[in-house]
């Protein structure tokens, strides 16, 4: 049976930070000369160029291809092959897409893409702690030198009293 070392896409939360550097890349410039039709020249990259890029964010955890989707289904990035070079265009979808995030994530929060559907925004990143409570275990009682019932009680499985 195939296992992957890989993470999967659903199993990743992603920082806001990520989403502003990613906007930084993408950002589209204005042209010198425009047209009537096209006012705006949309930014290019190479994906294995961005996969080493933010590489702090994923440490080499998840595969080039979760990598891709995230830009290609999340983002309503298109990609084309240049030289045998993958590379991401963001386009006016792309941007506004970018945009609404950044405008709905707060600064400690991020966001997520489960490799399906679109992208969602995380309110937190922070994990609470989960505290447990301690589970007393009741055996059974002994008599004691002086006729007083002792319990014993022990952590562990069993049934818990309150």
């Known amino acids: 049976m195939y296992t992957s ?18 906007a930084q890349e993408f950002a589209p410039k204005i042209l010198k000369r425009q047209s009537a039709l096209r006012k705006f020249k949309y930014i290019k990259n190479q994906g294995s160029v961005l996969y080493e890029k933010f590489e702090k964010y994923h440490d080499n955890e998840i595969s080039k291809k979760s990598w891709s989707q995230l830009f290609t289904r999340g983002f309503k990035m298109k990609i084309a092959r240049q030289n045998g070079k993958g590379y991401f265009y963001a386009g006016p979808d792309s941007v506004r897409i970018i945009n609404t995030l950044l405008n709905k994530v707060p600064e400690d929060g991020g966001f997520h893409f489960n490799g ?3 992208v969602t925004v995380v309110n937190s990143l922070e994990v609470p702690e989960i505290k ?19 319990e ?6 069993g049934r818990i009293i309150h």
């Open 132 to 150: 447990m409570p301690d589970i007393k275990i009741k055996t059974k009682t002994e008599p004691n030198l002086n006729e007083n019932k002792q």
């Open 5 to 22: 070392e890989y993470l999967l896409m659903h199993e990743i939360a992603w920082p806001r930070q990520m989403l502003l550097e990613i």
């Open 152 to 157: 014993e009680t022990i952590k562990g499985p």
């Open 116 to 118: 399906k559907d679109g």
